[in-house]
């Protein structure tokens, strides 16, 4: 990362954030386990990760596998939210998560083409930008590149980062029009009235979620669309009465391991 875009996340986010998340990234990639938040993180397991990989080759299932990461679908989904204010009735908001774009060559530019016929007027990140945690990302924010040509929405884009993704994902993602929120928030306006979007950070690895900085130029009476990468923290939204909640992780439906598990 560049020292200014360095200082620019100090003065934004704190100096404390920034050490803390820094810190946690440095182990992270020095120590494929790092200690993180919590006892147990299958998406850091590399040699489990390597013989599951193994295994399913063996009975013939990678191919299918391969075809199943391809095949995208577009879910239109209608949701009422009673708080919400005249101007923006019919607003749509254009959802994407963990899109692990360097899984495959090509996959920013594979969504991309999914969604360019869309029309939408925002579009909502939820995290989770790249697969590989501990290796060169640089291939990443090159798919960011071609993906961020396509998200044309009068309204803009905004994001947070998930448990895979590096704090120096940031400045890259911003210079490609994806306004990031690091437990912040911004505003929409339209014919004075307003909207708040509010993005935590990762709280599933990095625990660096914090609602109180967050939510604290949101007006207690305004509508609120919550964004968070892990739905774990649920409970705290309703604390902070957030309106509708976007997140994703689980990838629910993807990758179903036995006893229920999913793989974030």
Not at 28 to 42: C, D, N, Q, R
Not at 176 to 192: D, P, V
């Amino acid at each position: 990362m560049e020292s200014q875009d360095l200082q620019n996340l100090v003065e934004r986010c704190g100096e404390a954030y920034v050490s803390k998340r820094l810190r946690f990234q440095m182990e992270y990639a020095a120590e494929v386990l790092g200690p993180g938040v919590g006892s147990l993180h299958f998406e850091n397991m590399t040699r489990l990760i390597e013989t599951f990989g193994s295994l399913i080759r063996l009975v013939g299932l990678w191919d299918k596998g391969s075809v199943n990461i391809r095949a995208h679908r577009i879910i239109h989904n209608q949701v009422t939210v009673p708080t919400l204010p005249p101007s923006f009735d019919g607003f749509r908001i254009l959802h994407l998560s963990d899109l692990h774009l360097d899984v495959f060559e090509g996959m920013g530019e594979h969504v991309g083409r999914l969604i360019s016929n869309l029309e939408y007027d925002l579009a909502l990140l939820t995290g989770d930008f790249r697969y590989h945690t501990h290796s060169d990302y640089y291939p990443v924010l090159r798919a960011i590149e071609r993906l961020s040509a396509r998200l044309k929405c009068p309204y803009g884009s905004f994001g947070i980062l998930g448990n895979h993704d590096f704090l120096e994902f940031v400045p890259h993602l911003e210079s490609h029009g994806i306004r990031m929120l690091l437990n912040e928030s911004a505003h929409i306006e339209i014919a004075g009235d307003h909207l708040w979007v509010v993005g935590l950070d990762d709280a599933h690895f990095y625990g660096m979620h914090d609602y109180e900085r967050a939510f604290r130029q949101v007006p207690a009476e305004s509508t609120k669309i919550l964004m968070i990468h892990s739905p774990e923290t649920l409970k705290d939204a309703s604390r902070f009465k957030a309106d509708f909640v976007l997140s994703g992780h689980t990838h629910a439906g993807q990758v179903c391991l036995p006893a229920a598990l999913h793989y974030g």
